[in-house]
């Protein structure tokens, strides 16, 4: 009877199982309804981003077997690009018009877009990571992240100049459409009972333009209420994958907003997810530059000079105005 009794709950379970992938694995093109599927991940992508040609065996689990922030194939790769992944949205038409032009590169560029503390980790354990079951090792040829960071590193012997900076951006408070929450500023967002998601200050560089935003519009108070005070209460999740949790978060309705660069926000809103923002007044914000370079030792150093003429250039500046971020016009470095 307990054995017929237990093959009885494992079908069920079974049924169970089979109910929940129905409804939540469904494909989420994007602009396909208001009201996103969520078993998709992350549910922007559509399996579109991977530069491989040839694919093999196709076998992605949605919230199990998902590799989002890795693209392409490196075990053919001739171009390794390590990308901060402040504009991971752009990076596949970028790496499309980047192959337009160079034709020989077709399904042969492989790109990261991890925090950029992370990618440095990377850097310094020989390319090598490990993510679930798998590693791999991939050294890059260019590294792109915030341009002190990327001139840091070039003092540090990690990068080599010249620093390519190229685009700006700025910061804006991502909210669920509509802002059901009420949040009007940055000011709102020390109230206990908003719930946000925040980006990690130890390896997410716009951690650090946030916290000087929060200075600018209420001081040590208002910077301490939402990195300290509603962390230790739980009303503040840190990031782990980089900030793009964020948009996920607030679709799942875990929390109700977090400050994110404004070009994410125009990218949900853009694809249709119920995703909308609140401006940070110029007073209160802070921009970014963005900019890339070498690393010292370059397995495919052709192609990473190619990739560092083709980043400014019109083409590459206007898929990323597409975003909101705006052409570097302050001086080389």
Not at 144 to 168: C, E, N, S
Request: glycine share 10%.
């Amino acid at each position: 009877m307990a054995r017929r009794f237990s093959s009885v709950i494992a079908i069920a379970l079974m049924m169970l199982a089979c109910a929940v992938w129905a409804a939540h694995g469904q494909s989420n093109e994007p602009g396909g309804g208001s009201s996103p599927s969520l078993g998709v991940f992350p549910p922007w992508s559509g399996g579109h981003n991977n530069d491989a040609v040839q694919r093999g065996l196709e076998f992605t689990i949605p919230q199990v077997d998902n590799l989002a922030d890795f693209h392409g194939n490196p075990g053919q790769a001739r171009l390794v690009l390590y990308v901060a992944g402040n504009y991971y949205f752009a990076m596949a038409p970028l790496v499309h018009a980047f192959e337009s032009r160079h034709p020989h590169y077709k399904g042969r560029v492989y790109w990261e877009t991890i925090p950029p503390g992370l990618l440095q980790r990377q850097m310094h354990a020989g390319g090598t990571i490990t993510v679930g079951n798998m590693t791999w090792t991939v050294p890059p040829d260019v590294y792109m992240a915030g341009l002190a960071r990327v001139r840091a590193m070039v003092k540090g012997g990690d990068l080599a100049a010249p620093v390519v900076p190229f685009v700006t951006n700025n910061l804006t408070i991502m909210v669920a459409r509509g802002n059901p929450a009420h949040i009007r500023g940055l000011a709102d967002l020390a109230h206990p009972d908003v719930k946000l998601a925040m980006p990690n200050p130890a390896f997410e560089g716009i951690a650090k333009r946030i916290e000087k935003a929060l200075l600018k519009a209420g001081g040590q108070k208002l910077l301490t209420a939402v990195y300290t005070t509603k962390v230790k209460q739980g009303s503040t999740i840190l990031t782990h994958i980089h900030h793009r949790q964020t948009p996920l978060w607030i679709m799942q309705g875990k929390v109700q907003g977090g400050v994110t660069w404004q070009s994410e926000a125009r990218f949900q809103e853009m694809v249709g997810h119920p995703i909308g923002n609140v401006d940070i007044p110029d007073a209160h914000n802070v921009t970014a530059i963005y900019a890339a370079a070498l690393v010292a030792k370059p397995v495919h150093p052709a192609a990473a000079r190619l990739w560092l003429d083709f980043i400014h250039s019109s083409q590459a500046i206007g898929i990323l105005g597409r975003y909101g971020m705006k052409p570097y016009a302050g001086k080389p470095h």
